[in-house]
């Protein structure tokens, strides 16, 4: 593992003024050793197996640190990933993944070959919700992070993405698939302020490409921007008790009907509300400096008077109980407060808000 470091004065400034870039490759270790290596650095974001024990065991990342996004080339022998509830709540980590196909596949471990991401095609991660993949041997990628809060409000269906395959030859993915080349072969040359120019154009050609393969491909862009608005006005008010759907639609000067429309796509108004309180409930439960706030309270705080139904919804949409995440998330501090680490691809995906 190498973060670009020189004992040249020249050198080094020459570095410190260019994007932060990390590379990790087991050439050169034995088996046990390129094993362990690679347990201990993905394992941050999943549970991983090398699916065929007989064969040599190698892999090698290269990342970019773009900022708020992360950009990683990836390239290992076949493999299986889990993301369980368990671990959701223990990092909660709230980011979606855009990974590249670049050479063999990559798809759901219980789907069939046309869930399976093949060269040139996209295969999408939620890092919110559950996973159980795999993938071939002489597996290739390209890798892009971004935080849930950056891509949401683009999406028509944010939280519909996970384990997508994403069609190479449609064209909006063919475009991302040529900028995310570009950009991984040009990160190198980047200066920071460079770097955080292209963060929001890479960002809305990401949801560009996502949208074009939900339902409603020939929806106005003008809605989807006023649907992007309308969700950063009502995420700035989620703890308003007062915040209704009369209240939103005149803001904007649209009709209660035009905003329910817009929103179809997240299950409607309300649907969006209760998950966007759930989110932050989630984020407080996890929080150390709120461990002193009962489960009750936070309840009350997010829009649910009853313990009892913020308990219901909160399990349906993660799977997991709020007690549970807070006894997770304690698990999670214990381990990252362990010494090392903190200059991987991984930790830096852990750190991005």
Known sequence: MAEGANSNPTAAMTA?????????????????????????????LYDVRQRSKGDPFSFSADAFHLGEIVLTGYRCVAHSFDRTRARIGRDGLDHITLQLCLRGGHGRRDGGSADQANPGDFFIADLAQAQATATTAEFDSLNLTIPRRLLAPLLKAPDEQNLRRIRGDAPLAALLRNHLGGLYAGAGRMSPEEAEAIVQPTIELAAAALNASVAEENAAAVQLALTGQIGRYIDERLLDPALASEEIAAAFGISTRKLYYLFEAHGGVASYVTRGRLQRARKMLADPAQQGRSIADIA???????????????????????REVRAHAAEGRRMRDDPGGDTTMWHWIRQLR
Do not use: C
């Not at 009350?300 to 313990?307: P, T």
């Open 300 to 322: 009350e705080l997010h829009g649910f008077a009853y313990r009892t139904n913020f308990v219901r919804a909160f399990r349906k949409l993660f799977g997991i109980t709020p």
């Open 16 to 44: 410190a003024s260019r994007v932060r870039h990390v590379v990790m490759d087991t050439r050169g270790l034995g088996q046990k050793e390129a094993v362990a290596a690679w347990q201990e650095s993905i394992g941050v």
